[in-house]
């Protein structure tokens, strides 16, 4: 069983910066498409940023200008630059992976547990 382990949420102020990170363990598995998702109190879970095997990439409109998502493929690990952080960003971000079905629509295979990120004003 894959395992995917976030890492670098934490309390920021208004306008910060953090780094988050994914990387994937395990059994042997193949990964075509990596994704981070939030779920912020009260809210369904959203797609922020996604990004394939190949680098391209899909950004949540809320997020687009502020937060960069970028992959190694040989350590099958994935990072979430977010910049100018405000009190909406508030929320667990999830990581999430997947193969070809992913890419074409299909829910992803795996889950990471989360980690929390909180933006003060």
């Known amino acids: 069983q894959a395992q995917l382990v976030e890492s670098g949420g934490g309390l920021v102020q208004a306008g910060g910066s953090l780094r988050l990170s994914c990387a994937a363990s395990?059994?042997?598995?193949?990964?075509?498409?990596m994704a981070w998702y939030r779920q912020a109190p009260g809210k369904q879970r959203e797609l922020v940023a996604f990004?394939?095997?190949?680098?391209?990439?899909n950004y949540a409109d809320s997020v687009k200008g502020r937060f960069t998502i970028s992959r190694d493929n040989a350590k099958s690990t994935v990072f979430l630059q977010m910049n100018s952080l405000n009190p909406e960003d508030t929320a667990v971000y999830y990581c999430a992976a997947g193969g070809l079905g992913y890419v074409r629509g299909s829910p992803p295979d795996y889950w990471g547990r989360g980690t929390q990120v909180t933006v003060s004003s």
């Open positions: 990004i394939s095997s190949g680098g391209w990439t």
């Open positions: 395990g059994r042997r598995f193949s990964i075509d498409a």
